[in-house]
């Protein structure tokens, strides 16, 4: 796993700046600003957010991701359904073409946290893994960070 071990490396690198935004690396994808929404109540779900850019030459895709402390971690997007904004997994995985940037942001594709076993609060940080089809997998520590005021008010419905 030499493309693991190279991205944990640069994960450690960038933690050194502190309070500025992090950044991963995965084989050719940079994991840009990776932080998660804190819980809200007693609703035992979240969602992370990041932006995946891929600097090499072949297109990825993001498989999937995973939280030990989480029931089920799902790639998402929302869809206009008459009117009605819903979620749904990405089938397939969240496709991420050569040399281009896909943002996941509130309202649109985002990590899903379902069945969290503790409230998420601002200021932890969390295990993150993502899964990619060609850059392999990276282990992230991510930011709890509060929603940012405008335009993230959507609001998130399960079930
Ligand atoms: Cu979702």
Partial sequence: MKMAWKAAAAGLMF????AQAQEF????????????????????????????????????TLKS???????????????NDNGVMKMRQVQGGLAI?????????PGGYHIML?????????????????SFA???DVE???KVEKMPAAGGGAQVHHN
């Fill in 140 to 142: 992230m520590q991510i």
């Fill in 114 to 130: 379902i069945g969290l076993k503790h409230a998420l609060a601002e200021g932890q940080t969390l295990p993150l893994k993502l």
């Fill in 25 to 60: 690396k995965a084989g050719d994808i940079a994991i840009g600003h990776p932080w998660v929404r804190p819980t809200a109540g007693t609703t035992m779900i979240s969602a992370a957010y990041m932006t995946l850019k891929n600097g090499g030459k072949d297109a990825d």
């Fill in 97 to 105: 073409p050569a040399g281009a940037t896909v943002e996941l942001k």
């Fill in 65 to 79: 991701a995973s939280y030990a402390d989480a029931e089920k971690v799902e790639v998402h997007e929302h869809i």
């Fill in 15 to 18: 933690a050194g700046f502190g």
């Fill in 134 to 136: 060609h850059a392999g």
